[in-house]
């Protein structure tokens, strides 16, 4: 009889270990279903970060078959732009047992670049031993694009694409900030159209923004790719003119300026001329403030439109042509 309890407990002992390892064997089964069928890219490396295992999200991102990757370690799908920087701090991190989280710019497998949104986990044995770490990523480039966007239309005239003026006030201190290191001058040129609104008036206002548009092509192809022409309100436009001591004067592009801007602008079936005023000052003779700087060329263009218009003026008295 006893030998029979006892083989009666041992078999219950046995059915509870079978029904555990079923038990088991069917959340395994649920992680690796989630796993395989997860939205976000899975990846599994051995401790020196060679890869073990990716699910099907990881491949339709990249490009890559399981075959093509398992085996190898992932940076080689690192991007040209991120810096060693980034990766020692995630060594760092995962090796001292503790997650770590950031944004990868991955390149895929036909050349085009991805962002990622990354976790990585450290997964340890029964000692504290790492014996794997786990790479979960979430495509964020969709993201990353609509963020460039909106930082686009925060800094960029809606009608022009210009610089807008909190971009203007941006640049006019990084150039300031350089001119004053280098020892340097810049000049600042403030023009305001002549005869803009006579044909706002006369032709609406769809043929007054196809105008504004095709001045703002002109006044950029008239000054070099390092200088800002930017779109500060209605008719009025800022120019600035990098590092005097290697550009052609203010006064030869204000030349230039007239010169285009006096052109005829066709615009579907209408034609139109108008003119600018211009008003001009130099950092720092006249003023060592983005404000004041562009008051003085504010006044100066005011003074050609109070006594002749289509021209240019200096704010400071000395002559600068």
């Known amino acids: ?32 279903s989630a796993v395989e069928h997860s939205p976000i890219s899975v990846m599994i490396t ?14 339709q991102v990249t490009g890559y078959s399981p075959e093509e990757v398992i085996g190898e370690n992932p940076r080689f799908l690192k991007g040209d732009a991120q810096p060693e920087q980034l990766y020692r701090e995630m060594w760092e991190t995962i ?12 390149r895929n497998k036909d050349g085009g670049l991805v962002w990622e949104l990354a976790s990585i986990s450290p997964v340890c044995d029964e000692s504290g031993v790492i014996t794997h770490f786990v790479g979960v990523k979430e495509d964020i480039s ?13 800094h960029s005239d809606e009608l022009t694409g210009l610089p807008n003026r909190t971009l203007l006030f941006d640049r006019l201190d990084q150039t300031m900030i350089q001119a004053h290191r280098n020892h340097s001058r810049f000049a600042l040129l403030y023009a305001d159209l002549d005869g803009f609104k006579a044909v706002n008036d006369s032709h609406g206002h769809q043929v007054g923004d196809e105008l504004l548009q095709a001045v703002a092509r002109r006044l950029t192809f008239c000054v ?30 204000a030349r230039k300026l007239l010169e285009a801007l006096t052109a005829p602008f066709s615009l579907g079936n209408v034609v139109c001329r108008i003119g600018v005023s211009i008003g001009i000052s130099i950092y720092p003779d006249d003023a060592e403030d983005a404000q004041t700087l562009i008051s003085c060329a ?18 400071s008295k000395h002559d600068k042509s």
């Open 1 to 32: 009889m006893r030998e029979r309890g006892e083989l009666t407990a041992k078999n219950r002992r046995l059915e509870h270990e079978v029904r555990e390892l079923k038990r088991k064997e069917a959340g395994l089964r649920k992680l690796a």
């Open 46 to 59: 051995d401790p020196t970060g060679t890869i073990e295992y990716v699910n099907p999200k990881f491949c």
């Open 95 to 106: 090796l001292s047992k503790r997650e770590w989280h950031g944004e990868f710019h991955n």
């Open 142 to 154: 969709e993201l990353k694009r609509l963020q460039k966007e909106l930082g686009q239309m925060a």
């Open 224 to 253: 070099r790719e390092s200088n800002t022409v930017a779109r500060i309100g209605g008719d009025e436009f800022i120019i600035i003119l990098n590092d005097l001591n290697h550009l052609e004067g203010p006064s030869v592009v």
């Open 298 to 315: 504010d006044f100066a263009m005011y003074e050609v439109k109070r006594t002749s218009k289509n021209d240019f003026r200096y704010w």
